[in-house]
Every structure is written in structure tokens, then in C-alpha cells.
């Protein structure tokens, strides 16, 4: 059974910077893709960043391009999302993800099978 675990999350000013980990188990995870989405209160679950297994190509959100960073580490079967310039309208739950097969990208919430529980990322102004 797949398992994701968020930690990382927390208060920050507008401008700051949080680092979210997630650590994967239950599969070979560097055959995998893992992505990061969102959901603040009210609103749908929205796509924030995508990387692939062994190549580690990346994608990302339009409203997050430049500021935030997604990476991983096979070795840990880490994946992480670096957040810089942090905005007030960032606030919202961020959960880590996983796909049952392998695949390419997708920023669709139905894509993807395996969900972490979320960590909260609040930013105040």
C-alpha cells in the first residue's frame, strides 16, 4: 500500500519561504510521478507542481512559476516543494500526490490515485 506523508507546513509572512517534504512508501517510488496541489477553504483542489519519475522533468502552475521549486530525491523517496515569495492567497491545504501507474503529466485531481493527509501552509500579509 502506498503511502505519502506531508511535513513541512506552517505560519510565514508574505514574502517568506516554507520547504514541504513528502515521504513516499509502499512502491518503487523513482517509477513514479508526484505532484503537489492545493486546496484553500471554499474552494476547489487546484494543481500546483508536477515532476516526473527518473528524468525529473517539471511543470507548474502559472499563478506559482518562478517562485516555487518542486524536486525530488529517489534515494529518500523524498519529493519536496520549495516555496519562495510567499503570497496571502497561497494559504490553503497542500497535499502530495502520486499516480496508480506510471504517466505523464496531468494537473487533474482524478489522475492521481495516492493522497497524503495535507499540511497546512498559512501566509499572512
Known amino acids: 500500500q502506498v503511502q505519502l506523508v506531508e511535513s513541512g507546513g506552517g505560519l510565514v509572512q508574505a514574502g517568506g519561504s516554507l520547504r514541504l517534504s513528502c515521504a513516499a512508501s509502499?512502491?518503487?517510488?523513482?517509477?513514479?510521478?508526484m505532484g503537489w496541489f492545493r486546496q484553500a477553504p471554499g474552494k476547489e483542489r487546484e494543481f500546483v507542481a508536477f515532476?516526473?519519475?527518473?528524468?525529473?522533468?517539471?511543470y507548474y502552475a502559472d499563478s506559482v512559476k518562478g517562485r516555487f521549486t518542486i524536486s525530488r530525491d529517489n534515494a529518500k523517496r523524498t519529493v519536496y516543494l520549495q516555496m519562495n515569495s510567499l503570497k496571502p492567497e497561497a494559504t490553503a491545504v497542500y497535499y502530495c500526490?502520486?499516480?496508480?501507474?506510471?504517466?505523464?503529466?496531468?494537473?487533474?485531481?482524478?489522475?492521481?490515485?495516492?493522497w497524503g493527509q495535507g499540511t497546512q501552509v498559512t501566509v499572512s500579509s
Open positions: 509502499g512502491r518503487t517510488f523513482e517509477r513514479y510521478a
Open positions: 515532476i516526473t519519475g527518473t528524468v525529473s522533468g517539471t
Open positions: 500526490t502520486t499516480p496508480g501507474r506510471p504517466m505523464g503529466l496531468s494537473t487533474q485531481t482524478d489522475a492521481y490515485t495516492y
